[in-house]
């Protein structure tokens, strides 16, 4: 999963009013698009102050399932079970996905198998 998508390291802070963010996130949105999927969800294409950000919404990590599913040659079922295993719900606020242990778990190159 990604984490605010590719583009932290590059990402200058500029303000809401700069056509240059406008270009920015179009262009990416452009790279990041998938037929069939709607549109990118917002998330993948902003980053915080930092560039670092440790959790998306549900939406856009599932967004990236198929492409990841892809990549690691693994059902895209399996990984929807782990994206759900990983997904907090807070006592306040939206649900999120911590990508940090998402990413954890696909690099541990467990069998991703539903674990009941």
Do not use: F
């Not at 700069?18 to 452009?30: G, H, Q």
Request: glycine share 6%; with cysteine; charged share 15%.
């Amino acid at each position: 999963m990604r984490c605010a998508a590719v583009r932290c390291w590059r990402s200058p802070l500029v303000a809401p009013s700069n056509p240059a963010l406008a270009e920015r996130i179009a262009t990416d949105a452009a790279q990041l698009s998938v037929a069939g999927q709607g549109a990118v969800p917002m998330a993948l294409l902003t980053t915080s102050g930092s560039g670092l950000d440790p959790h998306l919404p549900p939406a856009a990590a599932r967004y990236q399932i198929a492409r990841i599913a892809a990549a690691r040659g693994v059902p895209v079922e399996s990984l929807e079970r782990l994206l759900v295993q990983h997904t907090e719900k807070p006592m306040v606020g939206p649900a999120v996905v911590n990508v940090l242990a998402l990413n954890l778990a696909l690099a541990d190159n467990r069998p991703l198998v539903n674990p009941e």
